[in-house]
């Protein structure tokens, strides 16, 4: 596609329910990053896909946090058990890392309401 | 790991005028800077990047500073107008993770 998509834009789900938020990146781009952004901050990293290489799972608030990328291209980031903390916006980005500092380009991103 | 600290979280600048924003480093690793854009509702976009090889950058109204030695960049907007409302982030990049970002500028301009 012409960009990173992100779906769904909105969700809203109950305490305590699972969610999974999909993210498709831009064709070729070998690497995808998962970010968070609560209302009025900052961009806080989850986690990073570079390739065949295993993730960088360090930013993962806890082990209800969890993501995968299938076949190098579409990712999904699932929240086990969701607390109304997690209510924010969640962001996805790709690069073209073969091309070391190159940019990053965001979607939309999913916004989550747990209630 | 990198830390990155934007200053201020707020600003507001009447139109015409300049504005800038301030960002700190920590880890010396780090060789890019890029600057992100986000508009109400949409994710961030890149207006403007540094390499560390590079002082000063400029695109239009736009221009970034670095001083590797003091770890530090800046945002530099001149003719303010009132489209430029918007929240900036900075980020830095030592290639060997994700970018990690500041905290943000909420920037507004009055008309």
């Known amino acids: 596609g012409a960009g990173v998509s992100q779906s769904p834009s909105n969700k809203v789900t109950e305490k305590g329910k699972d969610v999974e938020l999909r993210c498709d990146p831009i064709s070729g781009h070998t690497a995808l990053y998962w970010y968070r952004q609560s209302l009025g901050q900052g961009l806080e990293f989850l986690i990073y896909f570079q390739g065949n290489s295993a993730p960088d799972k360090s930013g993962l608030p806890s082990d209800r946090f969890s993501a995968e990328r299938t076949g190098g291209s579409v990712s999904t980031l699932t929240i086990q058990r969701t607390q109304q903390e997690d209510s924010a916006v969640y962001l996805c980005?790709?690069?073209?890392?073969?091309?070391?500092?190159?940019?990053?380009?965001f979607g939309q991103g999913t916004r989550l309401t747990v209630v | 790991g990198e830390n990155v600290e934007q200053h201020p979280s707020t600003l507001s600048v009447q139109e015409g005028d300049s504005a800038v924003i301030k960002c700190t480093y920590s880890?010396?690793?780090?060789?890019?800077f890029p600057w992100y854009k986000q508009e109400l509702g949409k994710g961030p976009q890149l207006i403007i990047d540094i390499r560390s090889n590079v002082g000063e950058k400029k695109d239009q109204r736009i221009a970034v500073t670095l001083n590797k030695t003091a770890k530090h960049f800046s945002l530099h907007i001149t003719e303010t107008q009132p489209e430029d409302s918007a929240v900036y982030f900075c980020?830095?990049?030592?290639?060997?993770?994700?970018?990690?970002f500041g905290s943000g500028t909420r920037l507004q301009v009055q008309p």
């Open positions: 880890d010396s690793a780090s060789n890019y």
């Open positions: 980020a830095g990049d030592t290639g060997r993770r994700a970018l990690t």
């Open positions: 980005a790709s690069s073209l890392a073969r091309v070391k500092y190159t940019e990053a380009f």
